[in-house]
């Protein structure tokens, strides 16, 4: 472990996860599908979960990989339930554009 | 077993309010009629065993029902006294009240809301009855309040005349005002001798342990001025005559007999503190008799104008009020009780009487239109005549004796008030003889339809009249000078011993014959004029010289309106106008504010996902680039 840790460098990984953080970020702010809006959203948790790991590592500390599991178990769960409303929204409008879903409106 | 006969006498008249403001109306007009009756009589059966019993063995009877309030030392019993003053009182309230119910059941049998009658007449006696039982000041005050409230109540029953209302209006301020007097008289009471029961502030006033002379001249003169709202006295007497607008049955029980002697029956019930032998309180008690002997005079002198035949009473009442208070002034407390009972007699006889000739004439109540009534209307003609004689002081009548009793104390003590008293006599007996010699007398000057329908009025109308005109007759018999029953029943009152009463000198003679030769002449200063002469009142725009002022009382209403009622009219409109205007301009203007940011910001509310989302971010980057730079 050591070994991948000092030939890569955290700083890489920390690169790494804002790149990809930023990469989901854009995505849910300019994309207007709701699926692809749903995978920017996946994007930027798996970001936070790579950078949870190679700080776990880094400080030699397990919990950050525990944490992980957890967030990992979470984001299963979030993806089943964000699926099933993105179903039924297309059920009843016959598309996911988000800018069709204005009936959210108060 | 006291107790429960107390609490029937006290709460009969209450059921009867009850039964009558719940099913007066589904019992028809005579049950709801005769129920008031009935109550009122149970409560006259009850209060006459507690009368024989006191007059044998002269035992006052003290009920405390409850605690009412006790504070940090300072205690209200929610009790009744039945001593000789209150029982005294409480044997015309209901004896009197009783015959006016049953007069009321005839004369107000074409009204619709007859059963609304009755309950109001019926909660005024329960009232009345709790002013005159109450053994404190504050239980008392219940009553005061509550008569207070029935009088309102039944001089705008026919409220859909709004000169009626307003009449009802004016006498409820202008009691209110006596009544906020009477509270700062009550709260001065309380705070100097942290009791407010009568027989312990007697006590503690004998005992003469507080010498805080300057509170209680003034607890008594603020006391005085209570009663001056409820007995009508000068600056606050007014309402009385406009009270007049209620039914007839109504002036008679509580504008002549029972609820204006309210005041003097509070000032004999603290007779200790109003007797007492101090400076300021002898000041108190000038200011009471000067008040009394200057409104007997001035309302006796309107009464000589009037033409409306119940405004003649209540000016008649008026005065004669003013002459208690006289007698109260200079102490002669069994006297003013003895002219309150004579006068209850007659007064009521007279607006009984009265009313009886309204009835006749289907409501016409201007003398001007009235005459020649005797032949018509005998019973009512006599019981009246009987009734004017006594109050014009005529031997051996009930009204002789009592008014000469009130003149001579005014003899021995002050000699101008004396003569004011006088002049008020012989002013009595010329109004009284020429509103008798212009209702009955000579020819009638109704319509002729009128006069076609003059009729005898029915027997429940003249029956009350009779008995009223035989009590009016020889009620003096309680009190005749040198053998008063009354005096000795009344001597355990007093603080000291009651002035004996008068001996029958050449002094006492003198002044009698005086008193009767006054009333005389102005009997016959009214036969002169209107039977000899054969003169009838001017129509009212022909009146002139000093006898309008008198047509217009002086002017006093005006002179309130102008004093009073003008500037709290502009004053109510400055503030409507401006402080209520600003006032409400800063709390409108607040929710104006506080709407349009709401419907400003309701717009960032637009629905559109992508928009949500973009805010989202850039609060967060903001929160970071907060925490991690601005840090």
Avoid at chain 2, 294 to 318: F, R
Wanted: with cysteine; charged share 10%.
């Amino acid at each position: 472990m050591d070994n991948v840790l000092n030939q890569i460098g955290i700083e890489n990984y920390i690169f790494l996860s804002v790149i990809l953080f930023c990469i989901g970020v854009f995505g849910v702010l300019y994309r207007r599908n709701a699926i692809i809006v749903f995978m920017s959203i996946e994007i930027m948790l798996n970001a936070v979960n790579l950078l949870f790991v190679a700080f776990s590592t880094y400080h030699q500390d397990p919990q950050g990989q525990i944490f992980v599991f957890f967030s990992m178990a979470v984001a299963a769960a979030e993806v089943a339930v964000g699926l099933a409303i993105v179903v039924s929204i297309f059920r009843n409008l016959g598309s996911i554009d988000i800018d069709n879903l204005k009936n959210l409106k108060g | 077993m006291d107790t429960n006969l107390a609490l029937v006498l006290l709460l009969a008249p209450f059921l009867g309010f009850l039964i009558n403001v719940f099913f007066g109306k589904s019992l028809g007009k005579s049950v709801s009629g005769f129920i008031g009756t009935g109550t009122v009589v149970v409560s006259f059966v009850v209060t006459l065993v507690f009368f024989l019993q006191i007059n044998q063995n002269g035992k006052p009877i003290q009920i405390s029902l409850f605690d009412w309030i006790s504070i940090n030392g300072f205690k209200v019993d929610f009790g009744f006294l039945l001593d000789q003053l209150s029982l005294l009182w409480l044997m015309f309230v209901t004896g009197i009240g009783a015959l006016i119910h049953l007069y009321s059941i005839s004369y107000m049998h074409d009204d619709e809301n007859m059963h609304k009658f009755f309950a109001y007449l019926n909660l005024f006696v329960f009232f009345m009855i709790s002013l005159v039982m109450g053994s404190n000041l504050l239980v008392m005050f219940i009553g005061w309040e509550g008569v207070g409230l029935c009088s309102y109540l039944l001089i705008g029953f026919w409220y859909k005349n709004q000169d009626y209302n307003d009449a009802a209006k004016k006498a409820f301020i202008m009691n209110r005002i006596g009544d906020l007097g009477l509270l700062i008289g009550i709260f001065i009471l309380a705070t100097l001798f942290s009791t407010l029961d009568f027989a312990q502030l007697k006590t503690a006033i004998l005992s003469g342990t507080n010498t805080n002379t300057c509170w209680i001249a003034a607890a008594a003169l603020a006391l005085f001025i209570g009663a001056c709202g409820k007995s009508a006295q000068i600056p606050l007497y007014t309402w009385l005559p406009d009270a007049m607008a209620g039914p007839t049955p109504v002036s008679a029980l509580i504008h002549a007999a029972t609820m204006v002697t309210a005041g003097i029956f509070m000032i004999t019930r603290l007779n200790f503190l109003f007797g007492m032998d101090i400076d300021t309180m002898h000041v108190v008690n000038t200011i009471i008799a000067v008040i009394g002997a200057v409104t007997a005079l001035v309302a006796a002198t309107i009464g000589l104008v009037q033409n409306d035949i119940k405004k003649v009473l209540a000016y008649s009442t008026v005065s004669q009020l003013g002459l208690m208070f006289l007698a109260l002034g200079l102490g002669a407390y069994e006297v003013a009780v003895f002219h309150v009972i004579t006068h209850a007699f007659f007064k009521a006889c007279l607006f009984l009487g009265s009313g009886s000739v309204i009835h006749a004439l289907h409501g016409e109540q201007d003398m001007r239109k009235m005459g020649g009534l005797k032949k018509a209307m005998p019973v009512t003609f006599i019981t009246m005549l009987i009734s004017s004689l006594a109050i014009s002081g005529i031997f051996p009548l009930a009204g002789f004796w009592s008014k000469d009793e009130i003149l001579m104390v005014a003899y021995e003590h002050n000699k101008v008030l004396y003569i004011i008293g006088s002049i008020a006599s012989i002013m009595t007996a010329f109004y009284m003889f020429r509103l008798m010699y212009l209702t009955f007398f000579k020819d009638f000057r109704g319509t002729e339809e009128q006069k076609h329908h003059l009729h005898e009025s029915p027997a429940l109308i003249t029956f009350p009249l009779i008995v009223l005109a035989i009590l009016a007759a020889i009620g003096g018999a309680i009190s005749l000078p040198g053998n008063s029953w009354l005096n000795n029943y009344l001597a355990p009152l007093f603080a000291e011993k009651a002035g004996e009463a008068h001996g029958l000198g050449g002094e006492q003679y003198m002044l009698m014959g005086i008193a009767m030769a006054g009333a005389l002449i102005g009997i016959g200063y009214a036969y002169s004029k209107y039977i000899k002469q054969n003169q009838i009142p001017e129509e009212d725009s022909e009146i002139t010289g000093f006898s309008k002022v008198l047509y217009n009382k002086y002017y006093v209403d005006e002179a309130y309106e102008f004093l009073f009622v003008k500037p709290v009219n502009v004053l109510s409109r400055f503030f409507r106008d401006y402080v209520e205007t600003a006032v409400s301009g800063v709390v409108f203007g607040l929710a104006k504010v506080t709407g349009e940011l709401g419907y400003q910001g309701k717009k960032l509310q637009n629905g559109n996902i992508g928009f949500y989302l973009f805010v989202f971010v850039f609060g967060v980057c903001a929160m970071i680039t907060y925490i991690f730079l601005a840090k």
